[in-house]
T-cell receptor, first 112, second 115 residues
Framework: QKEVEQDPGPLSVPEGAIVSLNCTYS??????FMWYRQYSRKGPELLMY????GNKEDGRFTAQVDKSSKYISLFIRDSQPSDSATYLC????????????FGKGTMLLVSP | GAVVSQHPSWVICKSGTSVKIECRSL??????MFWYRQFPKQSLMLMAT?????????EQGVEKDKFLINHASLTLSTLTVTSAHPEDSSFYIC???????????FGPGTRLTVL
C-alpha cells in the first residue's frame, strides 16, 4: 500500500461547481498536511497548510483533515476555469529530518 | 513572502556538457533545500535533500556523482547535471523549507533538454 493515495483524475466540472479533492494515507505519524496547486510546466504553489485534524478556510478553498480516518480533503467553491491545474496533497511527520510525502496529484479541468 | 526562484527556467544543451541550475530563497532563509525531478504527467520525485554547509543526502537510485548539489548559503543551492545525456531531459524543481521546519516552497522549475 502506498503511503499516500490520490486519484489522478482527470476530474472535469463546469464553472461554478463545488470541487472535492481527496487523499488517503497510511502513516499515522503524519501531522502536517498541505495542498499544492501545479499549473502545467510550473512549480507547485502552496495553497493550504493544516496541522492535525480540523478545517481551515481561505477564500474559496477549504481544507479538511480527519486523522482518525487518515483522510484529507480540499474543497473549492465556485470553481473557475483558472482553477484548472493539478492538485497535489502532501504531508509530513514534522520531525527534523522528515521530508514531504506527496500524492500523485489530481488533474482538475473546469470548463466555462 | 516565501518566494523561491530558479535559474535558468529553460536550458537546451548538447550531450556530454554540464548544466548548473540555481535555486534561491528570496525573502526567507532556508537551512534545507530539496531537488525534485518531474516527468510529464507524473508526480514529483525527490532526488536529494541539501542542508546548508553539509553534504547532500541523495535518494536511492540517484547518482551523486552525476547530480552535484552545493548548498553554500542559507539562500542558495545549486544542482549541476554533469555529462548530461538525453535521458536526463526533464523538469527539475527545487524547494526550500523555512526555518520553522515544515512548510516547503517551490521554485518555478527548470526545463532541461539534452540533445
Amino acid at each position: 500500500q502506498k503511503e499516500v493515495e490520490q486519484d489522478p483524475g482527470p476530474l472535469s466540472v463546469p464553472e461554478g461547481a463545488i470541487v472535492s479533492l481527496n487523499c488517503t494515507y497510511s502513516n499515522s505519524a503524519f501531522q502536517y498536511f498541505m495542498w499544492y496547486r501545479q499549473y502545467s510546466r510550473k512549480g507547485p504553489e502552496l495553497l493550504m497548510y493544516t496541522y492535525s485534524s480540523g478545517n481551515k478556510e481561505d477564500g474559496r478553498f477549504t481544507a479538511q483533515v480527519d486523522k482518525s480516518s487518515k483522510y484529507i480533503s480540499l474543497f473549492i467553491r465556485d470553481s473557475q476555469p483558472s482553477d484548472s491545474a493539478t492538485y497535489l496533497c502532501a504531508m509530513i511527520s514534522g520531525g527534523g529530518y522528515s521530508t514531504l510525502t506527496f500524492g500523485k496529484g489530481t488533474m482538475l479541468l473546469v470548463s466555462p | 513572502g516565501a518566494v523561491v526562484s530558479q535559474h535558468p527556467s529553460w536550458v537546451i544543451c548538447k550531450s556530454g556538457t554540464s548544466v548548473k541550475i540555481e535555486c534561491r530563497s528570496l525573502d526567507f532563509q532556508a537551512t534545507t533545500m530539496f531537488w525534485y525531478r518531474q516527468f510529464p504527467k507524473q508526480s514529483l520525485m525527490l532526488m536529494a535533500t541539501s542542508n546548508e554547509g553539509s553534504k547532500a543526502t541523495y535518494e536511492q537510485g540517484v547518482e551523486k556523482d552525476k547530480f552535484l548539489i552545493n548548498h553554500a548559503s542559507l539562500t542558495l543551492s545549486t544542482l549541476t547535471v554533469t555529462s548530461a545525456h538525453p535521458e536526463d531531459s526533464s523538469f527539475y524543481i527545487c524547494s526550500a523549507r523555512d526555518l520553522a521546519g515544515v512548510t516547503q516552497y517551490f521554485g518555478p522549475g527548470t526545463r532541461l533538454t539534452v540533445l
